[in-house]
């Protein structure tokens, strides 16, 4: 199997633009879990574009795109008001290392070296502003619907900060979940 990178980094698009929003916590959760060592994600579309073949049998990634267009209307007056409306659109995504056939520089991206602790920075900083409630205590990691707060260990009860922010990204993951999809994620 190819593998562009050994750590988890930001999830980025074929062309190299960095995802946003919850689609980085849905990237890192799917990265980390089929054990990707890559970043780097692209549509079914996109591969076959670039004359390749995402393998048989391989499943793909759901990412969100959420954007708002607006419609005009009666005012019933005669006049028309224009109205807002958003909209939220789910596609599928496969990782590099799910895609035969690809141009070389897609399987052999760059290592860019950071130093630990301005990464641990960079993490604090991101989960911060997600604005979610973080416990820390107990022996368990778990996202919490009720209280809508994420419980984690402390950082001390981790092998390293990386195992720690992995844990993090993935009990967010739930988080944005709920705050963007209550009733798919909870029946609310």
Request: with cysteine; charged share 20%.
């Amino acid at each position: 199997m190819l593998r562009t990178r050994s750590r988890i980094s930001r999830p980025l698009r074929h062309n190299g633009q960095p995802y946003s929003g919850m689609n980085v916590l849905l990237l890192w959760s799917e990265q980390m879990s089929r054990g990707f060592a890559s970043s780097m994600w692209m549509t079914f579309k996109q591969s076959l574009e670039l004359g390749a073949a995402v393998r048989k049998g391989e499943t793909g990634s759901t990412v969100v795109f959420a954007s708002r267009f607006t419609k005009s209307e009666s005012d019933g007056k005669g006049g028309e008001l224009d109205r807002e409306i958003p909209f939220l659109k789910a596609y599928s995504v496969f990782n590099v290392e799910q895609i035969d056939g690809l141009p070389e520089h897609y399987y052999n991206r760059l290592e860019i070296v950071l130093d630990p602790v301005a990464r641990i920075e960079q993490a604090d900083h991101f989960f911060r502003s997600t604005g979610a409630v973080i416990r820390h205590g107990g022996d368990q990691a778990f996202y919490a619907p009720g209280p809508h707060v994420i419980q984690m260990p402390s950082f001390e009860t981790f092998k390293d900060a990386a195992s720690y922010y992995a844990t993090l990204s993935h009990e967010a993951t739930h988080y944005a979940g709920f705050r963007i999809m209550p009733h798919q994620c909870f029946g609310v």
